[in-house]
């Protein structure tokens, strides 16, 4: 029997997700939107692995919350994406993988580029405007990652299935 598939993103501070769910709700197409605002780390680990995958993710929570930079939009062609700029995430990121790199499918191989989309599939022109737009007013602030939640695909929502947070700074 095949299981669904497992995601895992980082958990934001509470601020950080409230600014970007607000925009997403008002520029992702509402039938598409099924989902509040996130950083995806992995979009498709095996569920069949669900208790090694959480088991190895709460040895992750022992660490401290950190800082990432919201610095810059990015246009997506069909969407927009908020830019996020932060080593340990980054190198957090690097040793999920490097401890999952037999599970890891094509795209969660490809170099880690840690993005919010707040809009995505819509008309190209509707996405340039609200890029420039929103490009125009920007001024770039911190967030902070406060733990990693681990899903499973519902073949368009996601199920939580558990939220590991980080000790506190």
């Known amino acids: 029997m095949k299981t669904l598939p ?3 993103t980082a ?7 409230d600014y970007f769910d607000r925009l997403r709700i008002k520029h992702f197409p509402p039938e598409r939107n ?4 996130h950083v995806t780390l992995f979009h498709h680990l095996p569920g069949e692995n669900l ?4 088991a190895h993710l709460e ?9 990432i930079a919201f610095d810059s939009w990015r246009f997506l062609g ?9 080593v340990e995430l980054v190198n957090l990121r690097t040793k999920l993988a490097a401890h999952w790199h037999h599970h890891l499918t094509p795209q969660d191989r490809q170099k ?3 993005h919010i989309t707040i809009q995505n599939k819509t008309d190209p022109q509707i996405a340039r405007q609200l890029f420039q737009e929103i490009s125009r007013t920007h001024q770039p602030f911190d967030g902070v990652v406060i ?17 590991f947070l980080f000790a506190k700074r």
């Open 51 to 54: 208790d090694e995958i959480a």
């Open 112 to 114: 880690f580029q840690p």
């Open 78 to 86: 069909r969407g927009v994406a908020m830019n996020i700029t932060s």
């Open 59 to 67: 040895s992750f929570a022992v660490r401290p919350a950190f800082s």
């Open 147 to 163: 733990g990693l939640n681990l899903w499973t695909y519902l073949g368009g929502p996601w199920r939580l299935e558990k939220s």
């Open 6 to 8: 497992l995601i895992i």
């Open 34 to 37: 099924f989902l509040a605002a």
């Open 11 to 17: 958990k934001l501070d509470t601020a950080s997700s």
